[in-house]
């Protein structure tokens, strides 16, 4: 059973940036994808961006070249260096939301922007990002 816990959400002005962390702990996570979705307000949670145990990242259209994901994953259990994180430079006003990080075991390629997928989720974070 893998437990996550995101952080480093916070209140920044349009353009700013932030960078959010995912921590897993429990089971191999080094052979599980990690993605980041999101939930604006009266909105359905959306795919934001993903990477795989193999290091290959995905991002959603609206992200990309904005927002970087990377993995910190250790082929131990040693769940401190299982970190996944989101740096997410040139904010915009409909970056704002809820951000959660989810993870499975090794997904299919195509079903890995899929939120029914992953069955493994943080409590999310807030990120809001003002005019």
């Known amino acids: 059973q893998v437990q996550l816990v995101e952080s480093g959400g916070g209140q920044v002005q349009a353009g700013g940036s932030l960078k959010l962390s995912c921590a897993a702990s429990?089971?191999?996570?080094?052979?599980?994808?990690t993605a980041w979705f999101r939930q604006a307000p009266e909105k359905e949670r959306e795919f934001v961006a993903a990477?795989?145990?193999?290091?290959?990242?995905?991002?959603?259209?609206?992200?990309k070249g904005r927002f970087t994901i990377s993995g910190d994953t250790d082929t131990s259990t040693d769940s401190a260096k299982n970190t996944v994180t989101l740096q997410m430079n040139d904010l915009i006003s409909t970056d704002t939301g809820v951000y959660y990080c989810?993870?499975?075991?090794?997904?299919?390629?195509?079903?890995?922007?899929?939120?029914?997928?992953?069955?493994?989720w943080g409590p999310g974070t807030r990120v809001a990002v003002s005019p």
């Open positions: 989810a993870a499975d075991l090794s997904l299919p390629a195509g079903t890995i922007t899929s939120i029914d997928r992953y069955r493994f």
């Open positions: 429990g089971g191999m996570y080094s052979r599980y994808t």
């Open positions: 990477i795989t145990w193999g290091g290959r990242p995905y991002y959603a259209d609206s992200v």
